[in-house]
């Protein structure tokens, strides 16, 4: 609902920042869709309650890259080939030359798609072992690529996520909303588990409302670490990479800095990965 009532608005915006020289690059598509289309060169989502263009915000590791001009020159380049194919396709083609917020939540919903569906798809076994299997709902290869296939079509524009919702309740025999709680001081129930946390993570030291923090510095994602021994196959890996500088694995007491979250996050999902086939 937030999008699409942004998008309304958006109508009578005149002036868009051109972040990526789309105005030269593509100069047959409305500069209303540029802030959608900025996400496929940073590889992140569109939000429409901060569509700001601070690289910092999405690689957290920036100002320790040395070949700065290479880095923008890779993102430059993964943003136009996509676009370019976009833009040809028999869908967009015709659609992205005139304003419209109906084709602009259409596209964002597509960038979605690419840019955070398919990369949970493919970087889910890396968390998962035998003892556990990480399969974010909805979002398993199987349904991603019957998306593939479907028409795009108001239901899917509307409720991107209908198939969760519709799934979970033929499994539990109960509508989502039923179990829902609602955050108001007035429900004691909520009270009760705000009190809870709020103990729960002073007494830890943790921040509040900070899953990340709270995942990187959870005992058994450490024990997970070490038991697929990616400390000692990224020393081994740095060895083999010796002609490029990389930063080491954060220790405990980095990643219990609270200032360092995003990049420690960042760092370590992107480890994980890449370690993940890697063997000692």
């Not at 084709?103 to 889910?124: A, D, P």
């Not at 593939?148 to 539990?172: G, M, P, Q, T, Y």
């Not at 946390?197 to 900070?210: C, G, H, V, W």
């Amino acid at each position: 609902m937030i999008q699409n009532i942004f998008f309304e608005k958006k109508l009578k915006q005149r002036n868009e920042i051109n972040n990526w020289g789309l105005e030269k690059k593509f100069p047959n598509i409305d500069p209303y869709y540029w802030s959608v289309l900025d996400c496929l060169y940073t590889g992140n989502n569109f939000h429409a309650d901060h569509p700001k263009h601070d690289l910092k915000t999405y690689f957290p590791l920036i100002n320790n890259i040395k070949n700065n001009n290479l880095f923008m020159q890779t993102l430059n380049n993964r943003g136009d080939l996509i676009i370019d194919k976009i833009y040809n396709s028999k869908f967009f083609k015709n659609r992205l030359s005139k304003k419209n917020s109906n084709t602009s939540e259409i596209l964002m919903k597509f960038i979605v798609f690419l840019n955070e569906s398919s990369k949970i798809m493919h970087q889910n076994f890396s968390y998962s072992d035998k003892n556990i299997i990480i399969n974010t709902p909805g979002l398993n290869s199987k349904n991603l690529l019957k998306f593939l296939s479907i028409r795009i079509d108001n239901k899917l524009v509307k409720s991107a996520k209908w198939h969760i919702f519709e799934s979970f309740k033929k499994i539990s025999n109960t509508s989502f909303e039923n179990l829902f709680m609602f955050e108001t001081l007035f429900n004691p129930n909520f009270l009760i588990k705000r009190s809870y946390q709020k103990i729960f993570n002073k007494f830890n030291n943790l921040i509040e409302f900070n899953h990340t923090y709270t995942f990187i510095n959870n005992k058994f994602f450490k024990d997970y670490l070490n038991k697929k021994k990616y400390l000692e196959k990224y020393e081994y890996f740095k060895n083999d990479m010796k002609h490029i500088e990389l930063p080491d694995m954060p220790n405990d007491e980095q990643l219990r800095d609270k200032k360092k979250v995003n990049e420690n996050w960042w760092l370590l999902n992107n480890l994980i990965n890449i370690l993940s086939k890697y063997e000692l």
